[in-house]
């Protein structure tokens, strides 16, 4: 699961470089908490917990592991697309669906931790 993990943390990684290059070509910077939260919310969260998942491997072989994986890299696209929405539309609309996937990411986080903190000996 670590290996999975950091390949993904590096897709998200990608994203956050294309948008932060993005804006500095158009000199707008309105994006900047959607560039800000992929990458540490996608590359450098996730490419912590995969290496942690990958060098201690008992802590990646329980259900946990998967629940903080499958929350993570649901709720942090939800998040991002509605914070994207909201800035780019500049209405308090779609805060709701920013909040629904920050809400799974905070959870998959806290499952990551419970795991760590239970799991690593």
Do not use: E
Not at 46 to 64: Q, V, W
Not at 85 to 90: A, E, G, K, P, Y
């Amino acid at each position: 699961m670590g290996i999975r993990m950091i390949k993904i943390s590096a897709v998200y990684f990608a994203i956050g470089m294309i948008l932060g290059y993005y804006m500095s070509i158009v000199h707008q910077y309105a994006l900047t908490p959607v560039h800000v939260h992929i990458n540490l919310l996608g590359w450098t969260s996730l490419t912590l917990a995969g290496l942690l998942y990958h060098l201690f491997p008992d802590i990646s072989r329980n259900m946990l592991t998967k629940i903080h994986v499958w929350l993570h890299n649901i709720g942090l696209p939800i998040m991002m697309i509605g914070l994207t929405l909201t800035l780019v539309m500049n209405t308090q609309t779609f805060i709701p669906i920013v909040a629904a996937g920050a809400t799974l990411v905070a959870i998959g986080v806290l499952v990551f931790v419970y795991n760590v903190v239970k799991n690593l000996k």
